[in-house]
C-alpha cells in the first residue's frame, strides 16, 4: 500500500521504533515508497531509531530536522522529475529530425526523378523550395524543445547547486566534469558528420551542375539544382544547430561547476 510520502518520513523520525523499513522505487522519473516492495527494482530503506524522547531532542528541534528533512525530499523528487521531464523533450527532438529527415528524402527522390526532364525544371525547383521549407519549419519545434530544456536546466542547476556539501561538490563536480567532456565531443563527433555529409552531397549536386552544357535551355535547371543546394543546406544547418545547442549547454554547466 502506497502513503504520502512526507507522512511517511516525517513518521520515521518520531517514532519511537527501533528502526522501520520502506520500499523506494521509481516509475516514470517520479520517486514512490511504499510499505510493500513496489516494482522489480525496489529497493529496501532501513531507517534507524530517531526518538526525540530518548535523544533529549527539544520539539523545535523535531520540526525543524522533519522540514529540512521534507525539503530534501521535494528536492529530490524535483529533480527527478526535471530529469524526465528533459528526457521527454529530447526524445520529441529526435522524434522531430527523423519526421524532417523522411519527408526531405522523399521529396528529394521526387526532385531526382526530374533531373533529366528539361520541363521539369520548375516542378524540380518547387520541391527544392518545399524541402528548405520543411526545414525550416521541422527547425522551429525543435527551437521550442530546446527552450524548455533550458529552462528546465537552469531550475536542476538551482536545486542542485545547494543540495550539497563543499567536499561532495567538489567530488561531483569532478565525476560530472569528465561526463561533459565526453558528451561534449559526441556532439562535437556528430557535427563533423553532418558536416562531412553536407560537403559529399553538395559536391555531387556541383558535379551535376558543372556536367551541364552551358545554354538558355539548361537555365531553369541550374535553377533547380541551385535551390536544391539551399535546401540541403538548410537541413544540415537544422542539424548542426541541434548538436551545437547541446554543446553550449554543456560548456555552460561546465563553467558552474
Avoid: W
Avoid at 528526457?87 to 521529396?107: G, P, Q
Wanted: neutral net charge; proline residues 2%.
Amino acid at each position: 500500500m502506497k502513503i504520502n510520502l512526507h507522512l511517511l518520513f516525517i513518521s520515521l523520525l518520531v517514532c519511537p521504533l527501533a528502526h522501520s523499513t520502506v520500499y523506494h522505487c521509481e516509475k516514470n522519473g517520479v520517486a514512490e515508497f511504499s510499505q510493500q516492495p513496489c516494482g522489480k527494482d525496489a529497493k529496501l530503506i532501513t531507517i534507524k531509531e530517531q526518538n526525540p524522547h530518548l535523544s533529549g531532542a527539544s520539539d523545535n528541534a523535531v520540526q525543524a530536522s522533519a522540514g529540512k528533512d521534507t525539503a530534501e525530499v521535494d528536492r529530490y523528487i524535483r529533480l527527478k522529475q526535471i530529469d524526465a521531464q528533459i528526457a521527454e523533450h529530447n526524445n520529441k527532438i529526435d522524434t522531430f529530425k527523423l519526421k524532417m529527415d523522411r519527408e526531405i528524402v522523399a521529396l528529394s527522390e521526387q526532385s531526382d526523378a526530374q533531373l533529366r526532364n528539361l520541363v521539369g525544371a520548375k516542378k524540380q525547383a518547387a520541391i527544392a523550395k518545399q524541402m528548405t521549407a520543411v526545414s525550416e519549419r521541422y527547425g522551429v519545434l525543435i527551437d521550442s524543445e530546446q527552450r524548455s530544456i533550458d529552462r528546465l536546466t537552469a531550475e536542476k542547476y538551482t536545486l542542485t547547486s545547494s543540495a550539497n556539501t563543499v567536499a561532495n561538490n567538489e567530488v561531483a563536480s569532478f565525476i560530472r566534469s569528465k561526463q561533459i567532456m565526453r558528451k561534449i565531443s559526441e556532439h562535437e563527433n556528430k557535427i563533423d558528420t553532418y558536416q562531412s555529409e553536407l560537403n559529399m552531397q553538395m559536391s555531387e549536386l556541383e558535379q551535376q551542375l558543372s556536367s551541364r552544357p552551358r545554354n538558355l535551355a539548361d537555365a531553369n535547371s541550374d535553377n533547380a539544382l541551385a535551390d536544391k543546394m539551399t535546401a540541403l543546406t538548410s537541413r544540415f544547418n537544422t542539424l548542426i544547430a541541434i548538436e551545437q545547442k547541446q554543446i553550449d549547454r554543456l560548456n555552460s554547466e561546465l563553467t558552474k561547476l
